[in-house]
């Protein structure tokens, strides 16, 4: 049973059949070599003793899984906008057997998360491991689920294979969204705490739990790696420059979205100025906007959960009061382009790279959005929107003709795949960037994801084809992931379960060695300092095979890209 219907089973058996099926499941996993590590009695399931107190988790082929541990105090009432705060200590034994409740959100974005709502009691971690002893010193995998920093929840995340068959301890963690997790308001700000970035102080505290606590279930908290995807990887990056993460992991996975900053002269992080004013607007339209220093912070601490995400968005827009990281100084203290080309982060070995079609998500979620009768994207939308983004200035005069030069629809089956091509590449080629960049001062192991054939999580809309579409890879580490309540879940067939096989045993030596093949160069190569030397991992089927950065470069456009941006 996967974990997300587990998490079902939990919210809707009765306690009795509850009890019935895990008593027979528990009894059947713990007979054998797990009985002694985990010292636990099936009928009751493992039991851990953390520093807030004992937790009871269940087995599941073999795996045992603590589901719903609470690392903080609920950020309600006076703790809402303020850093987290350990959660208080417990007598007895805590049941960890069922996901805590997700973290407020309104926008779905497509199918990274949903159902809405308005939780605030939501801080909450998982642990997946093959073995509860604190002698065995396994790798740990610190997951940070994506969404834009806006939505998205740890329970669409069955960290169970790759604690299986990578004999690894996988941590996932919710963290606070969108207006609760990201926001500056002078009021809040001058209260003499961190500020700005709850979010990523969740995971930072989060972080701080699995250092003191995960040798207990069998980790290494000398051996952390920290890994997401899409906004986890750009929180990813955000770690590895954040001084109060020092010492806290020792690698680091960006799985589509490390900090590139492609064009730094207009940032990737809002300032604090930036962020504040944007803030203030936010406390005019939730009516604390008349009053100033501490009354102002009074009102929005009164505002209700409801109240603050009916300004966060909608299923399918973001909010203009919504920003993500901001640079505040302290937890964010510099730009990722300035600490990369300064060599101002915590060095480590890095897997970093996307999915051959990152820009087929986002336009997917624009096709379901618009709403039956749904109908595929044409040339004018295509045209249309290339000339409304690349404009003189900041960019060159010119840009938008040269682009549809390099990406006409005539070269491609339809508008929407060459669509796909003109918004994939910029990214591909910011991240190459980062690659070599980094590649100088770290071991850097970059990848393409090519699986095109990856299961489609969207229902079937006119005319769309899916490829290797930002999110797609993620199914291949976490089986079934679905992503929320618009996700239909594909099995993997029998050449997509090699693959992920495969990358399961690549994320997992890394975790264990720092270097994605265990040992050696073979398959996977370090990123070279020569161009004619294979430089990127592609995962595909039937075979795993490699490029060279000057393929690479020339496949995604790379010379073009790079000549519209600033380093």
Partial sequence: MSAFMRRVVSASCDDTSCKSLRSLALGLTLIGALMAPLHA?????????????????LVTNNVAEFLGIPYAKPPVGGLRWMPPVAHSSWSGTRKT???GPNCAQITELGVFA??????????????????????????????????GNEDGESSDYDGSKLAAQGRTVVVTVNYRLNLMGFLAVPSLDSEGHHFANYGIMD????LNWVHNNIAKFGGDPKNVTVGGQSAGAEDTGIH????????LFQRALCESGCPSTYYPSRGLFPTVAQAEAVGT?????????????????????????AQVEALAGTASTASPYVLGPILDGTIIPIQPIDAWNSGAFTHMPLINGNTLDEENFTLAISEYFSGPPRTPITSAQYMSAIASTYVS??????????????????????AQVAWDRAGTDPFLCAERQVDHTLGSQIPVYAYEFDDQTAPFFFPKMPGFVSLAYHTADIQYLFPLWHGGPLGIAHPLNAQQTKLS???????????????PNGVGSTPWPVFPKGTNKPAFLSQNIPVLSTFTDTQYRAQHHCDFWDSIATY
């Fill in 114 to 147: 949903g159902p809405a709502n308005n939780n605030e009691d939501c801080l909450y971690l998982n642990v997946f491991t093959p073995n509860v002893s604190s002698s065995a010193k396994l790798p740990v995998l610190f997951w940070i689920h994506g969404g």
């Fill in 97 to 99: 057997v069922a996901f």
């Fill in 281 to 305: 607007n936010f406390a005019v339209a939730a009516g604390c906007g008349s009053k100033t220093g501490a009354a102002q912070a009074k009102c929005l601490r009164s505002l209700t959960a």
């Fill in 240 to 247: 590895m420059i954040s001084p109060l993460d020092a010492g």
């Fill in 501 to 515: 096989d495969e990358l399961v045993a690549a994320w997992t030596n890394f975790a264990a060695t720092g270097n």
């Fill in 393 to 414: 200035p900041p960019f060159p005069a010119g840009t938008s003709a040269k682009i549809l030069s390099l990406y006409p629809v005539g070269a491609y089956s339809s």
């Fill in 203 to 206: 995971q930072q505290l989060a």
């Fill in 41 to 57: 009695r099936a009928a009751t399931g493992p039991i851990v003793d953390t520093t807030a107190g004992k937790v009871e988790g």
